[in-house]
């Protein structure tokens, strides 16, 4: 079993706990945050950040505490990120549901739910809970799956950010025709990390789909590499977790196009 495989075995382990029915689940749908337009968000800058509250991963186990997530999200929103993302699956990567709530009702701009989203419940429930962004792997979804999830997301109004690694999850990717496509340099099989990937498939992606490069962005250097190579934003978290100002290393990322 690869390390992904595992991953989405624990997702559903753990979504049994959370299940209710439909009936519940629309209300609570009815009832969550008006969404917030993420690409519109990204759209307002020349190099934009996604930041990232994440407490840990399975590549470098623990990398912050983060005992207030919504102060550290906060400070992202202050800093100029246009997404704030927060890992909610709790096994490997520490996060959950409670973190992201949090956050939700302490800053204004848009929410990605960071999570291994394969099926229906788990799209339903990010937007019960809020979210404005969900992540749909490749790597994690038949084709049939990957349409039909992007378009139940679509119908409760959020954006998805479809995530690519490698050539072949790029023809799949594109012909859902995406508004977003994340190309994560970090293979989820092995966790590898290989930043040519930016070089490699940023400049397949047709123009009018927004570009967003994902892993091992451990500084201004790596940032850079993703933007010469076309990407329009970058998602990072642990160099903003473990920094001492992540505040001034957004002002740092978001420099780069200037």
């Known amino acids: ?106 800053i204004e701009i848009p929410m990605l739910r960071k999570d291994f989203m394969v099926n229906e419940f788990l799209i339903q429930e990010s937007r019960a809970h809020g979210a404005d962004l969900i992540l749909l792997i490749v790597a994690a979804l038949p084709d049939p799956q990957l349409a039909q999830l992007y378009s139940i997301a679509e119908n409760l109004g959020m954006r998805a950010l479809v995530e690519v690694h490698d050539e072949y999850e790029l023809e799949r990717a594109l012909a859902i025709s995406p508004e977003i496509i994340g190309i994560n340099a970090r293979n989820l099989h092995s966790l590898d990390v290989d930043l040519s990937a930016f070089d490699r498939l940023i400049p397949r992606i047709p123009d009018n789909i927004y570009k967003v490069s994902e892993s091992g962005i451990l500084s201004v250097e790596d940032a850079k590499r993703a933007h010469d190579a076309g990407a329009n934003a970058i998602l990072v978290g642990e160099a903003l977790v473990r920094s001492s100002d992540p505040t001034e290393l957004i002002h740092q990322f978001m420099g780069i196009s200037r």
């Open 1 to 106: 079993m690869s390390v992904l495989e595992s991953i989405v075995a624990g997702v559903l382990l753990d979504q049994e706990e959370r299940i209710v029915s439909q009936d519940v689940l629309k209300e609570r749908i009815l009832h969550a945050p008006p969404v917030r337009d993420a690409l519109v968000s990204l759209q307002k800058n020349p190099f934009s950040v996604i930041a990232e509250v994440k407490r840990s991963s399975p590549s470098k186990g623990a990398l912050a505490e983060i005992e207030s997530p919504e102060l550290l999200a906060r400070r992202y929103e202050s800093a100029g990120a246009s997404v704030v993302s927060v890992l909610t699956e709790q096994r490997r990567f520490s996060g959950s549901l409670a973190d992201f709530d949090q956050v939700r009702s302490a």
